[in-house]
């Protein structure tokens, strides 16, 4: 008898740690899966769009006064609330373009999500994280920019304006999409991601070196391309944007009258890197026919109408995306090079 109790006690133990197993397994499954899709949520690789513009600030600092004059704890506390605020700027996106991001099929890039993919992460879509949740931590984290803007304009003496650019940063997230203002939905969303992917460089030169209207020069190729790649990126979701009446400008005036205004818009951004050209006056400035290259690229095939071509239109809104990419990274390098000479100097 108790032969049989001990092979049954073993029995039940092995079914018990094999249960325990099989459900340790799926908690870690779901644990991972839960894990992944709020890494993607943040869409990590668009964030070179908000680092990269304060980072450009930073170097044109740089570039004056030499390494000695960027205060690198100032820096670092800056480079945190740049990344608070972009993802507290996409979640709430996300959360609020759920309706338009569910029934767009036309999206660039199918299924797959990238750098140059339109209409979200599709994290919400297809329900690997809660909304409530997303929205919550949208909220947290452009709550906990506060505190960090107080101690750089307080502690670390950055400057009367370093607070209003905190919360300008978090308006300009928040009401991209979110009621009541919805300015993309509106019709002047173009136009304030234009100014709010322009004001981390203003920002990233003035906790360094205060005021100065070079930023905005140099900042004025990437100020114009920002809302013209806006505006192209509009064409693949015209339908399922039209759906839920995000009055946007291509929703608005059609996809026929915007593409001469992308045109414009594009020739206008490589004008204005003469200013750059005549403000460097040396050989650096030819780092600035790599984003002219690509730039190029999405422009003469807009100029022949091939945006009428799901697969071509995909291929301009890439280009125009990597072009406008390169616009930063460009007038980075041109400013770090500029700033090695006045240190070596």
């Keep these: 008898m108790s032969f049989l109790v001990k092979i049954c006690v073993i029995l039940w133990l092995l079914i018990f740690e094999m249960t325990l197993f099989i459900c340790l397994h799926k908690l870690s499954q779901d644990m991972g899966n839960k894990l992944i899709a709020w890494i ?3 869409e990590l690789h668009k964030h070179p769009t908000i680092f990269f ?3 450009l ?11 000695g004059a960027i205060d690198w704890r100032v820096f670092a506390v800056s480079i945190v609330i740049t990344y608070f605020i972009t993802n507290g700027t996409f979640m709430s996106n996300e959360y609020f373009d759920y309706e338009t991001d569910r029934i767009n099929k036309e999206r660039v890039g199918g299924d797959r999500v990238g750098v140059t993919t339109t209409g979200g992460t599709r994290v919400l879509v297809e329900g690997l994280l809660p909304r409530k949740q997303v929205l919550i931590a949208s909220i947290l984290f452009f709550v906990a920019t506060i505190p960090l803007g107080v101690l750089l304009q307080f502690y670390l003496n950055t400057g009367v304006l370093t607070l209003p650019f905190v ?5 300009g997230g928040w009401f991209y999409t979110a009621p009541p203002i919805k300015a993309s939905y509106r019709g002047f969303g173009e136009v304030l991601m234009g100014i709010g992917f322009t004001i981390p460089i203003f ?5 360094q070196q205060g005021f100065s209207w070079l930023p905005l020069i140099v900042a004025l190729p990437w100020m114009v391309d920002v809302p013209a790649l806006k505006i192209i990126r509009e064409f693949p ?3 399922a944007d039209v759906a839920v009446n995000r009055r946007n400008l291509v929703v608005i005036f059609g996809r026929e009258a915007m593409a001469p205004v992308y045109i414009l818009l594009t020739v206008c951004s490589l ?3 003469v200013p ?7 050989l650096e400035v030819l780092l600035l026919l790599l984003p002219a290259f690509f730039l190029l690229r999405s422009l003469i095939p807009m100029t022949k109408g091939k945006w009428r071509n799901k697969d071509e239109l995909e291929d301009i809104c890439k280009n125009g995306f990597i072009g406008m990419l390169f616009i930063l990274m460009a007038l980075i390098g041109i400013f770090l090079l500029r700033g090695f000479v006045v240190s070596l100097g």
């Design 40 to 42: 993607k949520i943040q």
């Design 53 to 55: 513009p304060f980072l």
């Design 271 to 273: 004008i204005l890197f």
């Design 203 to 207: 920002a990233g030169y003035y906790v």
């Design 167 to 171: 919360i300008l940063g978090i308006l």
């Design 237 to 239: 979701d015209y339908d």
């Design 57 to 67: 600030g930073t170097a044109i600092a740089w570039s004056g006064a030499g390494a």
């Design 276 to 282: 750059v050209i005549f403000i460097i006056n040396g």
